[in-house]
């Protein structure tokens, strides 16, 4: 038997097809029922018991080779050009063409959906070009508020109450009118701010906030969800802190710090040596909100939070200007080719 073995071992290896037709003449041949090594492997049953061991392993190893064999000479031929076509792609550059890579934004973008997705937090878009109502007023801002001055806003010139929105706050707005609790969403976004363009400054920039509607909604709750996003994005030893703020749309209010990630909180130049860097907005929804937005402030209450992406892109990166984002240079675009 082993001189069968060794000499269909031998055939197989030299095996050739033309066609596919050949190929499956080959498989029928060689793997069949009633093909070669099925009939070997009957015969095996005759097998001495000390040689079957041996023998076993050569026919299993015979039965691989055959079938990888067949199965190569198939790809080959079904991956093979038509006869007589033109191996040449007309198509095909003639210099290598060079991977593009994400941009940095965007690679923070979806770092923090995917922290607040697994939240249970769902993404919610709403238009750039906003109304008064949505941007301001259901969100508890006052009539001579300053953020409606023309310095900070973009204001249609033929309708006033129409303007380029400053936060997505405005898409909150939009889901609380259109939706019952319980709301968790976050709102991922462009804004605009009529300010001058510097290093540290500019007319539009990119926002995520997030929005949680429900029973018995606490403070706590939002604490908690704050320090799961700070270890999710810089960090398991990251620490937190929150200092009392103002926002016409929560109260309270807080600005969140986090032990700055580049000196681990020991102090240094991009902190200001004070070993904590601010990174966002939060606090609980006013009641005038909930009202605004025909949601029961005595049965309901929830917590809001919005961050600047360009903020925390710069403290995973250390991007210095704020400028580079939006200028298209491919210098620095390449360096987040290995972010991907």
Not at 183 to 193: A, D, K, Q
Not at 313 to 340: C, G, I, P, W
Request: glycine share 6%; aromatic share 8%.
């Amino acid at each position: 038997m082993i001189e069968k073995i060794n000499s269909l071992m031998a055939e197989i290896a030299a095996l050739s097809a033309s066609d596919l037709k050949g190929v499956e003449e080959l498989r029928i041949k060689y793997l069949s029922k009633k093909g070669a090594i099925p009939s070997l492997m009957q015969d095996f049953r005759n097998v001495p018991a000390e040689q079957k061991r041996e023998l076993g392993q050569k026919l299993n190893q015979l039965k691989e080779a055959a079938t990888e064999r067949i199965n190569a000479l198939r790809e080959e031929l079904e991956n093979a050009p038509a006869a007589g076509a033109d191996n040449i792609d007309l198509m095909r550059t003639p210099a290598p063409m060079p991977l593009g890579a994400r941009h940095p934004l965007s690679l923070v973008r979806e770092e923090i959906i995917g922290i607040f997705s697994r939240l249970g937090f769902n993404i919610a878009e709403g238009p750039e070009i906003e109304d008064d109502w949505h941007v301001f007023s259901s969100l508890n801002f006052a009539e001579d508020h300053p953020a409606r001055d023309m310095q900070d806003t973009f204001f249609i010139q033929r309708n006033p109450d129409i303007l380029l929105r400053t936060h997505t706050s405005s898409v909150q707005s939009r889901v609380m009118e259109t939706s019952r609790p319980p709301i968790r969403i976050i709102c991922p976004g462009r804004v605009y701010r009529n300010e001058a363009i510097s290093a540290r400054a500019h007319c539009f920039f990119h926002q995520v906030e997030a929005l949680y509607v429900d029973e018995n909604v606490s403070y706590a709750d939002l604490r908690q969800t704050l320090l799961y996003f700070a270890r999710e994005m810089f960090g398991p030893e990251t620490k937190i802190r929150l200092r009392p703020s103002y926002f016409p749309f929560t109260e309270p209010s807080a600005e969140m710090d986090i032990s700055c990630n580049i000196c681990g909180g020991k102090g240094c130049a991009f902190c200001k040596h004070t070993g904590w860097v601010e990174i966002l907005g939060c606090g609980m929804v006013d009641p005038n909100v909930l009202e605004a937005c025909g949601i029961d402030s005595k049965k309901y209450s929830g917590f809001a939070l919005g961050m600047g992406i360009e903020r925390i892109t710069n403290l995973k990166y250390r991007v210095k200007d704020l400028r580079m984002f939006s200028e298209n240079d491919r210098r620095f675009l390449n360096q987040f080719q290995a972010a991907h």
